[in-house]
């Protein structure tokens, strides 16, 4: 069955260090891999999308992969703020054929 | 230009009652999209519409659910004869087209609480 895992439920980092999130996926084969933030009570925003043929993306101190082999995307936060504690989340996109379909999110926490 | 409007942000209903969520998508957004999340969970895709018609509605509960988005005015999500477990937060989403490396902008959600 397909099944969509970010890493973990839960991230605390050190303020100024790099939070890496891990996307990963069965089962699945999209054209595209979004992410987005949530903040609490809050609708998601998009930040990022990556094409399937493209490895790498990146903004401001945001970058993202995807790896159609292992069939996962990380998500990369450099010089980490209190500003970025939020859920993110990971959602699929099969060029056109469905809607997306997101992940449960990690919920991350910087701390001072 | 509005983002996504959702309303009410807050609604209450006691079970068996009638729950209308509704959205207003994007101006020049005809996809509308919308989804459920209970706590410590993910987003939940329930239905897909383009104006009048419903595109994909497979994960929407087949009994006391629907959904429509008429020529004129906004998106409705209706629950008829409400219960305990719908309670949750409802997102709307619409794109100008269908995700196809397309972002989805988000509403900020009504949160159904059934008592």
């Known amino acids: 069955s397909q099944k969509i895992e970010q890493n973990s439920e839960a991230l605390n980092i050190q303020e100024g260090k790099t939070a890496t999130l891990t996307c990963n996926y069965t089962n699945y084969s999209p054209a595209y891999l979004q992410w987005y933030r949530q903040d609490p009570g809050r609708g998601p925003v998009f930040l990022l999308l990556?094409?399937?043929?493209?490895k790498e993306k990146r903004k401001e101190r945001l970058k993202v992969t995807f790896d159609t082999t292992l069939k996962q995307s990380l998500f990369h936060i450099t010089a980490s703020q209190p500003a970025d504690s939020a859920t993110y989340l990971c959602?699929?996109?099969?060029?056109?054929?469905?809607?997306?379909?997101f992940g449960k999110g990690t919920r991350l926490s910087v701390i001072a | 230009n509005a983002g996504v409007m959702q309303n009410p942000r807050h609604l209450v209903r006691r079970r068996g009652q009638e729950a209308r969520l509704r959205c207003s998508p994007m101006?020049?957004?005809?996809?509308v999209y919308w989804y459920r999340q209970l706590p410590e969970e993910g987003l939940k895709f329930m239905v897909y519409l383009q104006k009048e018609n419903i595109i994909d509605e497979s994960g929407m509960p087949k009994e006391r659910f629907s959904a429509e988005f008429p020529k004129e005015g906004p998106s409705i999500l209706r629950i008829q004869q409400v219960v305990r477990g719908d309670s949750a937060a409802y997102f709307c989403?619409?794109?100008?087209?269908?995700?196809?490396?397309?972002?989805?902008?988000f509403g900020q959600g009504t949160r159904l609480t059934v008592v």
């Open positions: 959602a699929l996109d099969n060029s056109g054929n469905t809607p997306l379909v």
């Open positions: 101006k020049g957004h005809s996809h």
């Open positions: 990556i094409r399937e043929n493209e």
């Open positions: 989403a619409s794109s100008p087209r269908l995700t196809g490396g397309t972002e989805a902008f």
